[in-house]
């Protein structure tokens, strides 16, 4: 058994980011160097992560942590911005947090083994499912974000008071060797039917280079192949992966219908078939995916985003359909390409589907749609659609603010920046390096009809080293999460504050 607190730290200081001051509170921050992921609510209790933490701090905080705050306050009194030794350690004006694993614990949590034993420990945790197997007791699932990526499985116990219990003889790392690893497991969440959702987020976007002895991020293929032992096949990741049987074998299946790009995250719809799909990266896709069956995410069809710009810097949303995909199809395409090596490679041509066979397929001309799950990104942009954003991240809604009639989405921008800000194309907007959340309301059939602008950060001082964005707004949205009735919490994944922070948007007062 585990248990460690930090006491709270309850304040009444009153937010002051002009338009947002009566709608924005400062929750909680994180240690130095650190970033907020993880962030998932199970009843009133709120989990997330100190992610790469900076490992001089000198204390217990120095390694990255998995934690939840019980019985949470979430309209809690603003936190003041941290200063001396807080700035060092998690705080919180929402109630005490509890730590429950750290990287290395129990000599497995974070740990990433190979077909020849463990190559690291990951200080890197991402996302959070709880799932539950009976009354205050059930798995908390954890994403571990690295190249190659894993993800930590623990029983939790809850007491009658909020405190949780570890149970270290049942904490295990998941073996993603029957899916040949995965890549940069990062956020995520669970599905209407109870199993954790995780995201490769496939930094690596000319897959021409994934052979290239000469490219300069090879080293990050060469770790996967010391993971597997054989060189990878690059169409084996860059998905959604489903946990199947989550109490029991927890088993990983990869969701190759919903696409193959850097996914941030997923989110299904109450109805259990619309799915929308986030595409960390620049120059990315914001994507829809429909299951022909309801709670079956083997086979559907992948739609990607085409925007309008309006004059409020929001957009207008239509859907491009790309094609319609199987599980058992897709894996075929993917198996043509198992083998190659880089001494495959020549320059100036592609060992794997090249731009000219996007081209043909977007054209009519191709045999089948493997240019649609395999490369949907360049698929998408062939076929019109808006591949123009930037450090697209979570997106997320909550089901009973859903039945509620609270009818939208939410999606974190982490900055507007570069094919943003460029004056090109269907995306015009102004540079903000702080970043931006977008609502997004949907009709009864679960689509999404727009992205408008909801909170947006900043001003920005690049003279400002330590925290280049406004202390009293959001900087460098990341994780999202929904409450019930609505209202957002936002976490942050900024060097531009000097501690990582969540913020409570209260959407109902804004309305």
Not at 191 to 209: I, K, Q, R, V
Not at 415 to 424: L, V
């Amino acid at each position: 058994m585990k248990t460690k607190f930090l006491s709270a730290v309850l304040v009444t200081t009153a937010l002051t980011a002009p338009a947002f001051a009566e709608n924005l509170t400062r929750l909680g921050a994180v240690t130095v160097g650190g970033e907020v992921t993880g962030m998932f609510i199970n009843g009133d209790d709120m989990f997330f992560n100190v992610q790469h933490p900076a490992d001089d701090l000198g204390n217990e905080w120095a390694k990255a942590t998995v934690g939840v705050i019980a019985n949470a306050n979430f309209y809690a009194d603003a936190l003041p911005v941290p200063e001396g030794d807080a700035k060092n350690m998690v705080t919180s004006s929402m109630g005490d947090y509890q730590i429950l694993v750290q990287e290395g614990d129990f000599g497995t949590i974070g740990s990433i083994v190979g077909v020849d034993g463990e190559l690291f420990v990951s200080n890197d945790p991402d996302f959070n499912a709880f799932v539950p197997t009976g009354e205050n007791e059930g798995y908390l699932f954890t994403n571990w974000e690295n190249r190659p990526g894993g993800m930590s499985r623990v029983k939790l116990s809850r007491a009658a008071d909020g405190t949780y219990s570890v149970d270290e003889n049942d904490a295990k790392m998941l073996d993603f060797m029957s899916v040949e690893g995965t890549w940069v497991n990062c956020f995520g969440t669970l599905s209407p039917w109870g199993n954790p959702l995780t995201s490769e987020e496939l930094y690596f976007d000319e897959t021409a280079d994934w052979n290239n002895a000469g490219y300069k991020y090879i080293s990050d293929v060469a770790g996967l192949a010391d993971y597997l032992g054989k060189y990878p096949n690059p169409y084996r990741y860059g998905y959604i992966v489903e946990i199947t049987d989550p109490a029991g074998s927890a088993t990983p299946v990869k969701r190759f219908a919903l696409g193959r790009f850097s996914h941030e995250n997923s989110v299904v719809m109450p109805d259990q078939k619309t799915v929308y799909l986030s595409d960390d990266g620049t120059g990315v896709v914001f994507y829809k995916f429909i299951a022909d069956t309801a709670g079956d995410l083997s086979a559907g069809t992948l739609y990607a985003a085409k925007v309008t710009q309006r004059a409020d810097n929001g957009f207008d949303v239509d859907w491009v359909e790309l094609a319609h995909g199987t599980e058992s199809d897709i894996a075929g395409w993917i198996a043509d390409y198992d083998g190659i090596t880089m001494e495959d490679y020549k320059e100036g041509e592609s060992s794997y589907i090249s731009d000219a066979d996007i081209a043909a397929w977007a054209a009519g001309d191709a045999a089948d749609d493997r240019a649609a799950f395999l490369e949907s990104r360049k698929a998408a942009a062939a076929k019109g659609a808006s591949a123009e954003f930037r450090k697209m991240e979570g997106v997320n809604v909550n089901f009973n603010a859903l039945e509620a009639g609270h009818m939208f989405a939410y999606m974190a921008m982490s900055e507007i920046a570069k094919t943003m800000s460029d004056g090109k194309g269907d995306v015009q907007l102004e540079e903000n390096k702080c970043g931006i959340v977008y609502q997004m309301p949907m009709d009864a059939s679960y689509n999404i009809t727009a992205m408008n602008p909801a909170v947006v950060g900043g001003p920005y001082d690049k003279n400002a080293e330590a925290n280049s964005c406004a202390l009293d707004n959001i900087s460098n949205p990341d994780n999202l999460v929904v409450l019930d009735n609505g209202d957002v919490i936002i976490g942050e994944d900024t060097g531009k504050h000097e501690n990582n922070m969540f913020w409570l948007w209260q959407a109902s007062a804004a309305m």
